[in-house]
Each structure stands twice: as structure tokens, then as C-alpha cells.
């Protein structure tokens, strides 16, 4: 791979943005906490359980929608808020939403993908926090197919900014080495209508 994963336009990553300790009481909290659900989604006609488990937060009767699957928020609680308000403080940017995912060990993962939806705007800035299992992040270009890759670890923020949802997909690959569970937020900011 000719360049980083961090080199790339639209990418900024801070690996402690959360303190370790911090970090390890904030996965406890949130895996005991949230409304962890196990999702279906269609694909040519058939339901396929998604691999991982996801939630959805919010401001109030914000609606997303993605892999043919509506998602209404529910409350904030008081530590996604605290964390929302930190990384909207360290951006400058404001959110009223965030994406769940749970990755329970090796075998849960995110496909290829972008965030650009319609409700996203053409722009987005989503703002990716890890807990817990440090895993596997990879992107790829859309065009010429390049893929760059890092790692993710407890308490780091994953910032993709600017036209990075246009050019490139990323994913959260399975794995064949045993892994224990990961927590992944991605705030955002849909916009209602």
C-alpha cells in the first residue's frame, strides 16, 4: 500500500480520545445499557440477519434509513450525550444521532459500504468512536479500487469528513483469530424533514 490509511483526504484519527480507563467503564456501561437489537435485511428477496448487533439513538423522531431498514431514535442517554458533546466540542461540528453497532466476536462485521445516504447530505462528517476490541478498518476507492487499512483501538476517534463518502467504501472485516467484543458509535447528523 503506497500510503497510509491516515494520509487520505477526509480522514483524521485520534487513537486516545477517550482515556483507557475511561474507555474500558464506557463499554461496560454501553454494552449493558443500550437497546441492542439483532436486524434482518433483504438481500435478493430473502432475509439475512445482519452480523452484528445495532441500536439507534437521537434527537427526537429522527429517522434513518439504510439497507432498506427504517430506524426511529430512541432518548439519548447521559453517556452518549457526554460523548456527543465532546467530539461536537473537538469538531465543531453538531450531531443528533448515533449508530450502535456490536460486535460480539471474529465472526461479526460490517460489509463494504458508504455513509451517503440522502438524509446524510453530500458532505457528511461521521464520527466514529471504538470501544473495547481493537479491530481491523479497511477503505477502498470507489474508482480505482486501492485499499489501505489500519487498526482501531479502545478510545480512538475515526473522523470521515469532506468528500470522503463520495470516493471511498470502508469496512469492518470477519476475522479468523478469536475477538472479544467491540463497540463502535458513529454519530452523524440526518437531516429531518
Partial sequence: MAASILEIDGIEYLPEFLSPSESIKMFSVLQKQLAWAEESIKIYGKPVKVPRLVCWYGDDNVKYRYSGVDHVSLSWT????????????????????VLGNYYRNENDSMGWHSDNEREL???PCIASISLGQERLFRIRHKKSRVTHETTLTNGSLLLMSGNFQNEWQHCIPKLKAAQKPRINLTYRFVVTR
Avoid: A, P, V
Avoid at 447521559?78 to 444521532?97: A, C, G, M, P, V
Fill in 78 to 97: 447521559r453517556e452518549l450525550l457526554d460523548i456527543k458533546q465532546r467530539i461536537e466540542q473537538y469538531t465543531n461540528q453538531q450531531f443528533n444521532s
Fill in 121 to 123: 447530505g453530500s458532505n
